[in-house]
């Protein structure tokens, strides 16, 4: 059974930085077929932020291309999302997803809240 664990969020300044871990325990991450960060902020709805296809295909929500980065981590089975120049906009509850046919696994979300 897969299960992943949310960890990093909080709170930061806007222009500051985050990296988000999911753990991925009782699968490879290497081995899952599609890997993505999603938020949702109060009241709207889950979005896309970032997503690794099949280990080949890489893409990112328009408001967060060319500041957040996703990356994984073989040696300790874990998903990241390095966010840089965060505005408070950015502020949600971040959810890490992976595809594992047939079903959708999801993490408990971390929030992030981005306030001066």
């Known amino acids: 059974q897969v299960q992943l664990v949310e960890s990093g969020g909080g709170l930061v300044q806007p222009g500051g930085s985050l990296r988000l871990s999911c753990g991925v325990s009782?699968?490879?991450?290497?081995?899952?077929?599609?890997m993505g960060w999603y938020r949702q902020a109060p009241g709207e709805q889950r979005e896309l932020v970032a997503q690794?296809?099949?280990?080949?295909?890489?893409n990112y929500a328009d408001s967060v291309k060319g500041r957040f980065t996703i990356s994984r981590d073989s040696a300790k089975n874990t998903l990241y999302l390095q966010m840089n120049n965060l505005t408070p906009e950015d502020t949600a509850v971040y959810y890490c997803?992976?595809?594992?046919?047939?079903?959708?696994?999801w993490g408990q979300g971390t929030q992030v809240t981005v306030s001066s």
């Open positions: 690794i296809v099949n280990s080949i295909s890489i």
């Open positions: 009782g699968r490879s991450i290497f081995s899952i077929y599609a």
């Open positions: 997803k992976a595809e594992i046919f047939p079903r959708e696994v």
